[in-house]
């Protein structure tokens, strides 16, 4: 497995568990707790555009905006 891939692995996971959502610097934060080996530039560059990549799976607040 890929480092991309156990990112997004984990991501997702993450996601599934927190049903309110997180903030993006704790979702980091949080992955790259897991996953200590993979640096945390890797981590932000694979997140970033989550929801563009998987829109079925991740969905991103506009900025400004809450989502009830």
Partial sequence: MSKRELIIAQALEILHAVSQGTRYAEFVRSIHEVVPQIPVNTVRGTLWNL????PDQVSKPLRGRKVR
């Fill in 51 to 54: 929801d563009v990549e998987l």
